[in-house]
């Protein structure tokens, strides 16, 4: 799948005249975000103008895994999605597949806390003009999000814009409500530092390479930015570019720092904007960062992505959809488990009760709640896709299959029921009927 992509981000490279991006600086693996000429600063209500990197505490293992504990899971996802939806209304558009993007007035506005904060920190030009938000880096299509901090009653997040692999002078420093997620201030400071970027450099490297069309990386057999694990492994689904997590070349990429141990650090990860609102036209499409991908410290190198892999939101009202995508995050649990993905631990919470977890996972065959043999390509409903009702449950009933698009009838890998909590959709039982 990797010369597909290759492919296609070379032919548009041509088509639209842009080969000069093939030359795109990269970081180094290992290395840290690219050092300043410059810095500056800007300032919103409530912020202090600053000619120097206010005091963000590094994204060290014990200071963010000490930070984040002061927020609930929610929060913490909120807070990331709301300021990579309105870094993503700014950034610059490759020309690959699409013009520059309109700025979108409903998404700002739901992302910051009234309009005079986003009237300063976005600014009121037309779409791509330069903002105050981008602290000089006025030309970016990647978004780096640091470790999620404490700050009083606010909270604050590093922010690091890259254009291409190349990123840009001053590290951003956000602040943010913790309860609600909206924006409240936004100040410039100096370089970016590798402590609150943990890992980034591999990152910044391959999906730089990919928006610019970079074809020496992306057509690069030694896969210089992944672990050998991972440039080895193949999904049962196979629909899509594993690294992108498309079919197509992106002309954004964002990331947000999740978690960071000694070996490891964990991001939030998506391939075009993110939002946090839901389409009238699309009401179960996911919003906020919808995959995620893991770096080897060690090696410098990306271990994993989990592509469409972020736990959904229950939404009763539209209970089929939620659960096709909630055992869908499962299955591509599973199938990364050679990577070092807990597939127990991702669908454990979505249990009624730790009892009945244990009762489905030891009684649901050799991968456990799909009852198959091996790791499916596709899980979906079937027969009744709306499931029926009997008192506060749900029964759903699924169907695996071997590849990511069904068989007839007659040849799917596995069938069970799932029965649903109505108003929580909590899995209540898991029971294989082939």
Same mark, same amino acid.
């Given at each position: ?7 296609? +981000? @070379?032919?548009? !490279?041509?088509? &639209? ?9 990269? %970081?180094? $693996? /290992?290395? *840290? ?113 640091? +470790? @999620?901090?404490? !700050?009083?009653? &606010? ?9 291409? %692999?190349? $990123? /840009?002078? *001053? ?113 179960? +499409? ?149």
């Amino acid at each position: 799948m990797r010369s597909r992509i290759a492919t296609a +981000a @070379v032919a548009a !490279s041509l088509v &639209a005249g842009l080969a000069a991006c093939s030359t795109t600086s990269k %970081a180094p $693996a /290992g290395g *840290a975000p690219a050092a300043p000429s410059a810095s500056s600063s800007t300032t919103a209500p409530g912020g202090d103008a600053t000619s120097s990197a206010p005091a963000v505490p590094a994204a060290a293992s014990s200071s963010a895994t000490t930070a984040a504990a002061a927020f609930t899971p929610a929060q913490l996802e909120t807070m990331r999605a709301r300021v990579a939806a309105v870094y993503g209304q700014a950034y610059t558009a490759t020309g690959f597949h699409h013009a520059q993007p309109p700025v979108n007035p409903k998404e700002l506005a739901a992302d910051f806390a009234d309009k005079a904060t986003m009237d300063a920190v976005f600014g009121t030009g037309a779409a791509g003009s330069d903002r105050p938000m981008d602290c000089g880096t006025a030309k970016y299509n990647g978004i780096v999000l640091g +470790a @999620v901090q404490s !700050s009083g009653d &606010a909270a604050t997040i590093p922010v690091a814009l890259y254009d291409n %692999a190349k $990123a /840009g002078a *001053a590290e951003i420093t956000v602040t943010v409500d913790p309860t609600s997620g909206v924006i409240k201030s936004v100040a410039c400071g100096g370089a970016p530092k590798p402590a609150d970027f943990p890992g980034v450099a591999p990152v910044a490297a391959y999906y730089g390479a990919m928006v610019s069309g970079d074809a020496t990386v992306l057509n690069d057999k030694s896969d210089p930015y992944f672990t050998p694990a991972f440039a080895a492994w193949k999904p049962a689904d196979a629909n899509y570019e594993v690294a992108s997590c498309s079919q197509y070349v992106p002309d954004l990429w964002a990331v947000a720092l999740t978690g960071t141990s000694a070996s490891t650090s964990t991001w939030d990860f998506d391939k075009g904007q993110v939002t946090t609102l839901s389409f009238p036209s699309a009401p179960t +499409a996911p919003t906020g960062f919808d995959s995620s991908l893991a770096v080897d410290l060690g090696a410098a190198k990306i271990s994993r992505v989990s592509c469409y892999s972020n736990p959904p939101k229950a939404d009763p009202t539209h209970a089929a959809d939620y659960v096709n995508r909630l055992m869908e995050t499962y299955r591509l649990a599973a199938d990364q488990k050679s990577l070092g993905v807990d597939a127990q631990a991702e669908i454990r919470p979505f249990f009624v009760s730790d009892a009945a977890f244990t009762t489905a996972w030891n009684s649901t065959g050799t991968v456990p709640l799909l009852c198959s043999s091996t790791v499916p390509g596709l899980v979906e409903t079937v027969d009744n896709p709306t499931g029926t009702a009997s008192g506060s449950r749900t029964t759903f009933s699924m169907a695996t299959w071997r590849q990511w698009h069904p068989d007839t009838s007659g040849q799917e890998l596995s069938k069970f029921t799932l029965v649903m909590d109505a108003s929580t959709l909590k899995i209540v039982s898991v029971t294989c009927t082939k």
